[in-house]
């Protein structure tokens, strides 16, 4: 019944990306060492289940502890409760920021929405006019590209800059999208990385925010991650700490709970800003994908609960155990890593399995680790992946479902 749709409306009838498809076509067939011993192993998608049962005995417990009122069954504030972001604001200060920094943000400084893909949708809009370019450290989220084109119109342009982010290719791409007639209006970035688990040094963000205040551009800091770094070599620094005071209004955070609190499925992204206007005009944005005043209550005390730092450290020490032992199980098979210190995924060189160094031949594998041993991983050329053959697991499985994942991957044929 195509022919009864608007145009806009039939480029909306079609087939998931087939990353997305081979979870959702397996969503019922997961492997289960008892139940399900061949099931798909998904290491495609970005969810932890590290802690699974103690976030859910946790919700129990706080969802007692919640008073439940007419402010939790009828409309609220669409950027989010006060109480809500007040939550938000204090935990991120004491956790992220921390109490004696010079950043200090309250609830006039939070803004929350249905999942961190609107939030970034929601700031491409407000910053930039369709046809604006946004520049991307490479490799990098291969979401973001959709988040902030699908509906924003806004486009992502790769720079190919490695973990130094190294000024002078971002000046590169600035003087090329010029050349091309694109107005660039700000750099998009994932702190820590995401496919590489890198934490990035202070003296590399800062490369990106000299560049962004010499051509006077926003920063949107992805901080999904942040409350994932295992690595205890690794120091963490939010882009908010590095920026000069007088360009902090030019710096926007971005976070969720699908990440750190393993809440993909409650949908609750978060927009940090000291710029007014962007939680103002996100407070209108989100008439159309606020989230549902029962959820921010019961994340409210979640966000208060003595309970939670202990689990957070529980959830970092078992990504620990699982990120070694895939580290591993793919180097006793000769597939070279790249060092990761965070985040739930590894980021892996299958080139020796392909035939050509091509990113056909990538795909190729792709559908041949999917199709023969029933595991979902995400081919490197889906995040600017400077050549073919790299792949990103995410491992944040159950010590039994990372062993069998090696275990099954050990049979792939040269």
């Known amino acids: ?64 502890r919640m008073e439940l009122t007419g402010l939790n069954i009828h409309y609220n504030k669409f950027e989010g409760s006060e109480e809500f972001r007040d939550a938000i604001a204090k935990y991120w200060q004491k956790v992220i920021f921390g109490e004696d920094s010079e950043v200090v943000i309250t609830k006039n400084n939070v803004a929350t929405c249905a999942g961190c893909t609107v939030a970034l949708e929601s700031l491409a809009t407000l910053l930039a006019e369709p046809g604006d370019v946004f520049l991307i450290p490479a490799p990098y989220y291969s979401g973001f590209i959709d988040d902030i ?31 091309l007639g694109k107005r660039v209006r700000a750099v998009l970035f994932a702190s820590p990385n995401n496919p590489i688990g890198t934490v990035y040094k202070p003296e590399a963000v800062k490369n990106v925010i000299d560049f962004a205040m010499a051509h006077n551009l926003d920063i949107i800091s992805d901080e999904i991650y942040a409350q994932t770094v295992f690595d205890p070599d690794a120091k963490y620094v939010s882009t908010l700490k590095l920026v000069p005071a007088e360009y902090r209004h030019r710096v926007h955070v971005t976070s969720s709970f699908a990440k750190d609190f393993v809440l993909s499925g409650f949908r609750t992204g978060i927009c940090i800003s ?16 606020s989230v549902s005043s029962h959820t921010q209550g019961l ?50 060189d299958f080139s020796p399995y392909m035939d050509k160094l091509e990113f056909e031949a990538e795909h190729t594998l792709w559908e041949k680790i999917y199709n023969d041993l029933m595991i979902n991983v995400s081919p490197g050329q889906l995040f600017g992946a400077d050549r073919p053959g790299m792949f990103r697991l995410c491992y944040a499985f159950e010590e039994e479902t990372v062993k069998e994942a090696c275990r099954r991957l050990a049979t792939l044929k040269k």
């Open 1 to 64: 019944m195509l022919q009864y749709l608007s145009e806009r409306g039939k480029k909306w009838v079609r087939t998931l990306p087939p990353l997305v498809k081979a979870h959702f076509d397996n969503f019922y067939n997961m492997y289960d060492k008892k139940t399900n011993p061949n099931g798909l192993i998904n290491m495609g998608t970005a969810e932890s289940h590290l802690v699974n049962k103690e976030v859910c005995d946790l919700l129990k417990v706080v969802g007692n």
């Open 299 to 348: 994340l409210t005390e979640m966000l208060k609960a003595p309970e939670l730092p202990e689990i957070m450290q529980l959830s970092r020490d078992r990504l620990r155990t699982a990120y070694h032992i895939i580290e591993k199980g793919l180097n006793d098979i000769g597939i070279k890593t790249m060092k990761a210190e965070a985040g739930i995924f590894i980021f892996a």
């Open 274 to 289: 000291f710029n007014p206007a962007i939680i103002q005009g996100m407070g209108s944005i989100t008439y159309y994908s």
């Open 149 to 179: 084109n699908e509906r924003a119109g806004v486009e992502a342009v790769g720079v190919p800059c490695g973990v130094d982010l190294a000024r002078e290719l971002f000046e590169e791409a600035w003087e090329e999208q010029t050349k």
